[in-house]
Nanobody
Framework: QVQLVESGGGVVQAGDSLRLSCAASGFTFSNYGMTWFRQAPGKEREFVAVISPAGSRSGHTDSVKGRFTISRDNAKNTVYLQMNSLRPEDTAVYYC??????????????????WGKGTLVTVSS
């Protein structure tokens, strides 16, 4: 069965960096776009970044552009989120999501069919 397992979260200070990982199994990883979303306390889940199946194209929400970078290693079935210059407002649970349709790059949460359980990132000021 499909499994997505996030790791790499933690407690950091403003300005620090973290790299999140999402290990995938149970499907042909290189055929599917992958995403990162986040959900802060009391807020809805929001899109962070998306990457195409081959990793040649990506997109990031405006609030993280220039600070966060999504990437993937199809040989390791893993998608990453490199987060630099972290801010307190980046505090959230970060989730990776699998795009439902093969060969698509999509950032709509309703177009994801599997989610990981999330990893908590806390940024102190």
């Amino acid at each position: 069965q499909v499994q997505l397992v996030e790791s790499g979260g933690g407690v950091v200070q403003a300005g620090d960096s973290l790299r999140l990982s999402c290990a995938a199994s149970g499907f042909t990883f290189s055929n599917y776009g992958m995403t990162w979303f986040r959900q802060a306390p009391g807020k809805e889940r929001e899109f962070v970044a998306v990457i195409s199946p081959a990793g040649s194209r990506s997109g990031h929400t405006d609030s993280v552009k220039g600070r966060f970078t999504i990437s993937r290693d199809n040989a390791k079935n893993t998608v990453y989120l490199q987060m630099n210059s972290l801010r307190p407002e980046d505090t959230a649970v970060y989730y990776c999501g699998k795009v439902r349709s093969a060969y698509q790059m999509d950032g709509n949460p309703y177009d994801m069919d599997y989610w990981g359980k999330g990893t908590l990132v806390t940024v102190s000021s």
